[in-house]
């Protein structure tokens, strides 16, 4: 479960995962909301895109999924005293909202959002990749291997039902795209320890 078994261009820095467990509160705050956001943003594709079965198919349990992941990631945070708080900024994500092209047809249109989706999944699951394998709470360790595989398993779908509207080869064109844009915006952003991404 690599960068390139995700197609990622540029690893996280290793610095993330050390500061990330000294500031594990954060970490998780971010994370529930980053959980959210995935369930939300599932919905609304569904919402813009109702005729689309085989997407309504794909998204309806993943939109269940990453609500559960919202619900576990709670409890996490209750069992060591946390409470949700104020949503963050999300740098990350308003940088990469700069790439995502606008207009054209309406497949293209949800193409693109379904590469942004299946890349954001791939970046969170390289994270969750370090939080496993780096942490010493053992409870978490367990947490976010099970998240791991299965945010492994959302992005593969995301790319998957993207070459379903339009021909592979313009899908994995503008995904090398996607991802090189990404690379530049992770190699450019402040290494904090307090955001999952």
């Known amino acids: 479960m ?5 197609g990622l261009e540029l690893p996280t820095d290793p610095r993330w995962v050390n500061i990330a467990e000294k500031n594990i509160e954060e970490i998780l705050i971010d994370h529930a909301y980053c959980e959210q956001k995935a369930a939300s943003s599932c919905i609304s594709l569904i919402i813009k895109f109702p005729e689309k079965q085989e997407l309504v198919d794909m998204l ?8 559960s992941h919202f619900e576990r990631v ?3 945070m209750k069992k060591r005293g946390y409470s949700l708080g104020p949503m963050r900024k999300d ?3 308003a940088q990469l909202s700069k790439v995502e092209k606008k207009g054209g047809s309406r497949e293209e249109q949800l193409v693109e959002k ?3 989706n ?8 390289e994270r969750f990749r370090l939080l496993w394998k780096n942490i010493e709470d053992e409870e978490l360790q ?3 291997y099970e998240l791991m595989v299965s945010e492994a398993g959302h992005y593969k779908s995301f790319l998957k039902l993207a070459k379903t509207y339009l021909p592979e080869e313009t899908v994995m064109t503008r995904w090398r795209e996607i991802l090189a844009a990404e690379a530049e915006i992770i190699e450019n952003l402040e290494v904090r320890g307090d955001r999952m991404h």
């Not at 993943?62 to 609500?67: D, G, L, P, Q, R």
């Not at 299946?118 to 699951?125: H, N, T, V």
């Open 91 to 93: 740098e990350y994500v």
């Open 2 to 6: 690599d960068k390139h078994v995700l």
């Open 60 to 67: 309806t349990p993943v939109v269940a999924e990453e609500w």
């Open 74 to 76: 709670i409890e996490e």
């Open 142 to 144: 367990k947490f976010y």
């Open 118 to 125: 299946a890349l954001i999944e791939a970046r969170s699951c």
């Open 114 to 116: 379904l590469l942004f």
